[in-house]
């Protein structure tokens, strides 16, 4: 799985919710909120970049079942 199947949902998350939060805010100007939003966009985004690591696509492997007993049999 590739990062960015990760960091892109998180940073439209982070849009609707910055987006909807400062709907209320009628003091705020426009361009003010947009900046904030795109700022909270690509810090998240950034932030989950790194956090999400180098090793996504390292998962370790399933146990092999081939040394394990059946049934009835003995050894």
């Given at each position: 799985?590739?990062?960015?199947?990760?960091?892109?949902?998180?940073?439209?998350?982070?849009?609707?919710?910055?987006?909807?939060?400062?709907?209320?805010?009628?003091?705020?100007?426009?361009?003010?909120?947009?900046?904030?939003?795109?700022?909270?966009?690509?810090?998240?985004?950034?932030?989950g970049y790194?956090?999400?690591?180098?090793?996504?696509?390292?998962?370790?492997?399933?146990?092999?079942?081939?040394?394990?007993?059946?049934?009835?049999?003995?050894?």
């Open positions: 799985m590739k990062k960015s199947k990760v960091v892109i949902p998180i940073m439209v998350v982070v849009a609707v919710l910055a987006t909807w939060i400062l709907k209320d805010h009628t003091d705020v100007p426009i361009l003010h909120k947009v900046l904030i939003t795109i700022g909270a966009c690509i810090i998240s985004g950034g932030l790194l956090l999400l690591g180098s090793d996504v696509q390292k998962v370790d492997p399933k146990p092999n079942q081939q040394h394990t007993n059946k049934k009835g049999s003995r050894k």
